[in-house]
């Protein structure tokens, strides 16, 4: 089922258990996604494919995430935690992350593919990584654990 559908499945699966909190998550996630849809019209695309809405997902987790910082150096518990509560929504709808051994036989195979020896030719690599595995990808660890196989 397309991430489009599935969002607007739980956001009525939501509603109808009447629980407030990942309601208000599910339509700040809709809203964005409209206004990327918007923003696309001009290119002549009337909704962004669901890599696109995968980035979206991920940008917003690491706002959160960046927001959370601030809030605990600002001892604001209260806050951080409501914004935690909105990262486990959101990462329901992102597929599955390559990490750890997997990530580490895809960037083997990277690089045997590539031929790159050194980190200068590290933007190959991650490109051969986009690639093959685009969606199921993140990018701030798979960059630094690219980085670290090179060098």
Same mark, same amino acid.
């Given at each position: 089922?397309?991430?489009r ?8 699966? *939501? ?22 849809? #918007? ?8 909704? #962004?494919?669901?890599? @696109? ?9 690491? *706002? ?13 518990? @209260?806050? +951080?935690?409501? @914004? ?15 990490a750890?051994?997997?990530? @580490? ?22 490109? +051969?990584?986009? +690639?093959?595995h ?18």
């Amino acid at each position: 089922m397309p991430l489009r559908e599935d969002l607007t499945a739980a956001v009525k699966a *939501s509603m109808l258990a009447r629980n407030a909190e990942r309601t208000s998550t599910l339509r700040m996630i809709q809203a964005k996604l409209k206004d990327a849809d #918007i923003a696309a019209r001009p290119k002549g695309i009337t909704a #962004i494919p669901d890599d @696109e809405i995968s980035a979206l997902l991920r940008g917003m987790i690491k *706002s959160r995430r960046d927001a959370v910082v601030l809030y605990r150096q600002g001892k604001r518990e @209260e806050l +951080a935690a409501k @914004e935690e509560a909105e990262i486990t929504v959101i990462e329901e709808f992102l597929p599955k992350t390559l990490a750890g051994e997997a990530l @580490e036989a895809a960037i083997k195979q990277a690089i045997a593919e590539t031929g790159a020896g050194s980190p200068k030719e590290m933007g190959k690599v991650i490109g +051969a990584l986009k +690639a093959k595995h685009g969606a199921a990808l993140d990018m701030s660890v798979a960059s630094a654990a690219v980085k670290a196989a090179l060098g």
